[in-house]
């Protein structure tokens, strides 16, 4: 993985002006008052789950129990003094409980993520196959993006869904379209970016990619190929460092290559670099534009079309983010306050799109 070296997302409109958090949590009393014992509550509950996600450490409990203590150590001063850290926001607040679990966990979710990963490669053929058997454009786009939204379902971070996955075990990634809000969606830009779509292909599209397994087997890699198939090239930016059950750097090279064995359109477009998958230099599930790595940077220069992908990282963080690209955003509200806070309920869709500006 790359050094320190950080660099400014060179797509950004304003980047002297960029600020990632949608939510000011120091000035906003009644946010904060929600959001730390939520995040509290998510941390606690990691307490239970450590023995199945970490069975050959004896220890597990005990280290959990440990990243509980200190971050509500941290969540006392803060209801108290909120300028205790030097940027206070969800983006903060879940980079720093990430922080505490790497002292302990190389990567807690790892087991998790390759069960997931497992049963999604297990689908991706016939998913690719149902994607290529709709000859309508605006159909087929439709269901590469309910399947980008389906994916995002599964986020083991967000406590809503993280209950829906422990009762039903079962729980697939056709559960998954039907849990999202029917369109029209909360925000649906969708026909703006079909039309956009039906112009002269893309040149280079970035995606920043967020949860292992179906959102990344059956959500982007479809989508991703799609734009493949059409001439554009396509980054895949992934996290430098484990966090929850997003997908990591080294992740998305194993995952690539095996979805290769099914799919020549990918294998072909990984042998000629015109999938490229990159590291994006963030330790937590969110997303900061300014702490990117210059490798990526340097991949982002020539693109026309930029993508974000996820709750952390299309809203907690850039949902007011202006880009000199067109860029779409995507993401299912899975927590019930952030959802309400915007006017929309749970489980409705985000699916925003704005043209190069």
Not at 131 to 147: A, H, P, V, Y
Not at 162 to 191: H, M, N, S, V, Y
Not at 243 to 260: I, P, Q, R
Not at 320 to 325: D, G, H, M, Q
Request: aromatic fraction near 10%; glycine fraction near 4%.
């Amino acid at each position: 993985m790359t050094g320190d070296s950080k660099n400014v997302c060179p797509l950004l409109k304003n980047p002297e002006a960029y600020n990632p958090d949608t939510i000011d949590l120091i000035n906003n009393t009644k946010e904060r008052n929600y959001w730390l014992p939520c995040l509290e509550v998510m941390v606690k509950k990691f307490i239970d789950k450590i023995e199945y996600l970490v069975p050959d450490d004896p220890e597990a409990k005990e280290k959990a129990e440990l990243c509980y203590k200190k971050f509500h150590a941290l969540s006392e001063q803060l209801l108290e003094n909120p300028r205790v850290l030097p940027s206070l926001s969800i983006r903060t607040l879940l980079e720093y409980c990430e922080n505490n679990q790497r002292v302990y966990f190389e990567d807690a979710w790892k087991l998790q993520k390759e069960k997931e990963y497992g049963h999604a490669l297990l689908r991706f053929k016939n998913r690719i196959d149902f994607i290529d058997s709709i000859d309508n454009f605006d159909e087929k786009w439709l269901e590469l993006t309910k399947g980008v939204l389906a994916g995002n379902v599964f986020d083991w971070g967000a406590r809503a869904v993280a209950e829906i996955l422990e009762k039903e075990e079962e729980f697939g990634f056709g559960d998954a379209l039907k849990t999202i809000q029917k369109r029209p969606w909360f925000c649906d830009k969708l026909d703006m970016w079909v039309d956009r779509l039906k112009q002269d292909p893309y040149k280079t599209c970035v995606i920043f990619v967020d949860n292992a397994g179906y959102d990344f087997v059956l959500g982007i890699l479809p989508m991703a190929r799609e734009l493949l198939s059409h001439g554009t090239k396509v980054v895949l930016a992934a996290n430098s460092f484990p966090t929850l059950n997003d997908v990591t750097y080294d992740e998305l090279n194993v995952y690539c290559s095996e979805a290769a064995q099914y799919c020549d359109i990918i294998k072909n477009a990984l042998t000629e670099g015109q999938l490229l998958k990159m590291e994006n230099g963030q330790k937590g599930p969110c997303l900061d534009l300014r702490t990117l790595t210059p490798e990526l940077c340097e991949a982002m220069e020539p693109a026309d079309l930029l993508i974000l992908e996820g709750m952390g990282r299309a809203v907690h963080t850039n949902l007011r983010a202006k880009f000199t690209v067109d860029c779409a955003k995507l993401a299912v509200l899975k927590n019930e306050w952030l959802a309400q806070s915007l006017g929309a309920q749970q489980f409705a869709v985000v699916c925003s799109y704005e043209s190069a500006t």
